[in-house]
């Protein structure tokens, strides 16, 4: 049971391999043709996976390292972006604000007349 298990494991590898070779593009396959690659993975099975994998992993950078600035703010209040959209809406309030008082009448939108009936 444990050599049906291997075998799938490595038939699954070589096929992933496979198929990840021949979506990558050129930079990635280290100067080497796809169909080069593809032979490495096909005849030496799980030396060439693994050397696939090693090698395309190697070329990605995709190693941890330190980022030089995040892709997105922590907070929303940290975004510059964010800031200046809230500032600019509540100008806009306040200007429609004071826009209606000014319609309304001098006395700040009471109506100008007394409030209580007569």
């Known amino acids: 049971m444990l050599r049906y298990l291997l075998l799938l494991v490595a038939v699954g ?3 992933y391999c496979v198929i990840d070779v021949l979506r990558s593009d050129e930079r990635t396959r280290r100067g080497l043709p796809a169909l080069l690659w593809l032979a490495v993975v096909v005849l030496v099975p799980v030396v ?3 050397t696939w994998l ?3 992993r190697a070329g990605d950078g995709a190693g941890p390292g330190p980022r030089s600035r995040p892709s997105r703010p922590v907070a ?4 510059p972006d964010f800031l200046r959209r809230l500032d600019e809406e509540r100008r806009r309030r306040q200007r429609e604000a ?3 008082a000014d319609a309304d009448g001098a ?3 009471t109506g100008g007349g007394d409030p209580t009936p007569t």
């Open 76 to 79: 929303p209040d940290d975004d």
């Open 98 to 100: 004071g826009g209606h």
């Open 13 to 15: 590898l070589a096929v």
């Open 48 to 50: 060439g996976a693994l």
């Open 54 to 56: 090693l090698l395309r």
């Open 107 to 109: 006395d700040g939108g």
